[in-house]
Structures are given as C-alpha cells and as structure tokens.
C-alpha cells in the first residue's frame, strides 16, 4: 500500500468521507479514496447527505449506517431512495450497491481497486441503458409469456431487455410448440396457431381416418366435388365441416341470371355490359 504524507484536515471526519484507518495513522492511501468514493456513492442511492442531522460521530453517518444495515438485514433495500428504486434498472441497482458496499469495506485490501469500481459503474450504466431503451418495447406479460415457453428456466432478470425483445421478435413456441408468439415491427402480438388446433374446437389429439362418404379422397388432400344435374342445372354439394350440414354452390352462370333457386339475385344483361363471352356465359338475346 502506498502511503502519501500525512495531512492536516481536521474536518474531513465530520462530514463523514474518512476512512477509519486514516483517523488512526493519519495517512492517505488509494483505498482511503476509494472509501470516499463508497461514501459518495451511498449518497447517491440514499438521496441524502452522509453526515445527516443528527450525526455526532463517524459510526452515525451514512457510510457505516449503510454497511450496518446491509449486515443486519442482508440487503440495503429499505434505504435505497423511492425515487431511485422507481426508475433504475434491477440490474442497474444490484451493480450499483454491490460495488458500493465493496468500497466500504473496513479491511483495505477487501476494498476494491479505483479502477474495478469504474469497471462496475460503467457496466452499471450500461443495464441502465438497456432497460431504458429496451423495456418498454416488450409485451407487459413477457415474464409469464417466457413462463409458458421452452425458455421457462431462463433467468430473464440477468439476460439483457434486448436479447429478450429480439426472442420475442423471432417467435418463441408456447403450449406444447403448439402456439407461436411473436412481436410484429410495430409492436403488435401475433400468435400463430397450428392448423390441427384451428381446425377442430377440442383441440385434443385427432388422428385422420377415411370415410367413404367423405368428400377428401381416401390418403389424399384433394377435395373430391360432387357434382349433381337437376334440370339442366349444375351444383356443387360441400359437407360443412363445423355442423355438418349439405351446403349447395351454385355456378356463377345461375346466380349471375335468372333462376328460380336463386331468389335474391334477378341480373338482367345490358347490351353495353364490360364482360366479354367468357367460358359459355354468353348474354341472352334480348
């Protein structure tokens, strides 16, 4: 430890920023700053001053108030500012009062070196900046979405908001890989279904059989059209799929003109009309 010439300051102990050991050799070292530093840092997180009304030795003020504190409780949160708690990042907070309980140390060497304090400030902000930039873009119920997630071990509160808002980004699977959530470019949620699960109410396991009134062919996708003749008319017979009712398609020809099935629709043609004669529509004469 490298020691400078003793200095003269009779006051520097009331205003709380001594080092201990300086009171006793009355030498000024690097750790003595650091100690200082601690001090003011501690200001910082407490919204006040380290030698308070009221103080009438170095034990009361703040520094060694705050040490105590932590022992006694092992957290500090009680004497954290409300206002601070409010607006800095966890992370931010926990970097913050780590090192700042490290310079106040009483033992010199557990103290830690100016330069690792920096080091911490630095990384300190750096979650600070994440949080400010990053929160706010992520879904309000992100941690209970992660929760549902392949990812519900992760320990979200150390992974940084942005690595989190570019998962979400990309899609993350929910329920089973049955559902994909993901953030739009705009913020907005999207959740993708599977086709099973949309397709049928339950949602339970379904497995595919054949019916040979089906209208799928048998191991195929390819809709099979029933097609019937009824006086000179052609229509289309589909199952519904939901109520399983018979639903008859009319061709375009019938709904377009005249027919008796097709009371809603009564078009008679112009002879200025756009549509040219396309596919045996052909306009009758008039």
């Known amino acids: 430890m490298n020691k400078v010439e003793h200095i003269n300051d009779k006051d520097s102990s009331s205003l709380g920023y001594t080092n ?3 009171e006793e050799d009355g030498y000024v070292s690097e750790e003595f700053d650091v100690y200082s530093l601690g001090v003011i840092l501690t200001e910082m997180l407490c919204g006040r001053l380290a030698w308070f009304e009221g103080c009438v030795e170095h034990s009361q003020s703040l520094g060694p108030l705050f040490v ?9 949160h009680k004497m954290i500012f409300e206002v601070v708690k409010e607006q800095i990042a966890p992370q931010s907070l926990n970097t913050f ?3 700042t309980l ?23 902000l750096s979650f600070q900046e994440d949080y400010e930039i990053w929160e706010h873009k992520l879904p309000i119920d992100y ?38 959530f993901s953030l739009g470019s705009n913020g907005e949620r999207n959740e993708l279904i599977s086709a099973r699960m949309f397709t049928y109410k339950n949602r339970t396991s379904h497995k595919w059989q054949s019916d040979h009134e089906s209208r799928f062919l048998k191991g195929k996708n390819e809709l099979q059209q029933t097609l019937e003749s009824n006086s000179n008319k052609v229509q289309l017979l589909s199952l519904n799929e939901v109520n399983e009712k018979k ?3 009319l061709s375009a020809k019938e709904v377009v ?5 097709v009371k809603h629709f009564h078009v008679k043609p112009s002879t200025e009309t756009r549509f040219e004669e396309i596919n045996g529509l052909n306009p009758p004469s008039l």
């Open 247 to 249: 639903d008859f398609i």
């Open 257 to 261: 003109y005249d027919s008796s099935n």
């Open 97 to 99: 009062q780590s090192i």
């Open 102 to 124: 490290q310079c106040l140390e009483y033992e010199l060497d557990d103290r830690p070196k100016a330069n690792d304090v920096v080091i911490q400030l630095e990384k300190a």
């Open 68 to 76: 105590r504190h932590y022992n006694e409780n092992g957290d500090v």
């Open 143 to 180: 941690e209970e979405i992660i929760r549902m997630s392949k990812y519900s071990e992760m320990n979200y509160s150390t992974t940084t908001k942005k690595d989190l808002y570019n998962m979400f980004y990309t899609g993350i699977l929910l329920q089973d890989s049955k559902l994909l």
């Open 20 to 22: 201990l050991q300086y």
